[in-house]
């Protein structure tokens, strides 16, 4: 048996890395957290168009011609053979990779989408006065790609745990944390400089996005078409008393 290496610094890193977005999005999915919602939803952008570059000029096993998609149907007849034909993705992963993919695309579209309709936010902001803020079901199929993508992310650890019972020496799981499988023969890979320079970039890249996010909570990827109201100067007691049910301003005067 060899110690291969399969997936190179920058592709654990964009896993991770989007696990952390992922989760992060989920839990910031909440009227108050709208506005990390929407960050983390663009940070998951840089790194969605990360990963498509690094399919096209990435190295082996990462790169989307190097999906053995044309095998599935092979595949599918010798699912749970015990013999480990792919060093890379197998064919079945290698659909839901790309599905992943493609839904992420769609969910953060569909984000961008609602937070200008809905809530007249974000580069869309200006759909929110326009015939678009009909759309009042955008949300819900942002929703649905979301819980699509659940779904996938099932499938993906589902695949893991199978592969884990099939293929124990090939050691899959670890590989996503150290980048070695191990393997019959060595089949590693090694990355160009102008894979490290990129990868490298896009780091910087989304580093960079990120603080520019902090030091600029009101720019215009979140900003809202509407001035914001300050209701403690309008009225401190509402915001007090009851505010934490109802958001708009209060309809009677205390005075
Ligand atoms: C715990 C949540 C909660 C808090 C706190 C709260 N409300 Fe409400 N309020 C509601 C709900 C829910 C309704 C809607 C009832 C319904 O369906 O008609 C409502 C209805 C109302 C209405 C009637 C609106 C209408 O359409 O006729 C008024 C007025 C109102 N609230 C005033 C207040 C004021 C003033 C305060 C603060 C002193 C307050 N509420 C605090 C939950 C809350």
Not at 45 to 71: C, H, M, N, Q
Not at 121 to 135: D, R, S
Not at 154 to 180: A, P, W
Request: net charge positive.
């Amino acid at each position: 048996m060899n110690k291969s290496y399969i997936w190179s610094l920058p592709t654990r890193a964009f896993h991770w890395l989007f696990v952390v977005g992922i989760l992060v999005a989920f839990l910031t999915d909440d009227d108050h957290l709208l506005n990390y919602h929407a960050i983390v939803g663009y940070a998951l952008l840089i790194l969605l168009a990360f990963r498509i570059l690094w399919g096209v000029f990435g190295p082996k096993y990462s790169k989307f011609k190097d999906f053995p998609t044309s095998e599935i149907k092979q595949y599918s007849s010798t699912i749970f053979s015990k013999e480990s034909k792919y060093i890379g993705h197998n064919p079945a992963a290698s659909y839901i990779m790309i599905i992943m993919l493609v839904c992420t695309f769609l969910i953060i579209l569909t984000g961008v989408l609602t937070y200008g309709i809905q809530e007249g936010k974000g580069i869309l902001g200006f759909l929110n006065e326009t015939y678009f803020k009909n759309m009042k079901s955008m949300d819900n199929i942002h929703e649905f790609f979301a819980n699509f993508f659940i779904f996938l992310i099932v499938l993906h650890l589902i695949g893991i745990v199978v592969d884990k019972f099939l293929h124990k020496e090939v050691e899959t799981l670890k590989s996503i944390f150290t980048g070695y499988k191990n393997s019959k023969e060595d089949k590693s890979i090694k990355l160009n400089i102008f894979q490290k320079l990129f990868a490298g970039l896009m780091f910087i890249l989304l580093i960079a996005f990120l603080v520019f996010n902090l030091l600029n909570p009101k720019n215009m990827l979140v900003a809202s078409i509407n001035k914001p109201i300050d209701y403690k100067v309008q009225n401190e007691f509402f915001v007090e008393e009851c505010a934490s049910c109802h958001t708009l301003y209060p309809t009677i005067s205390f005075a």
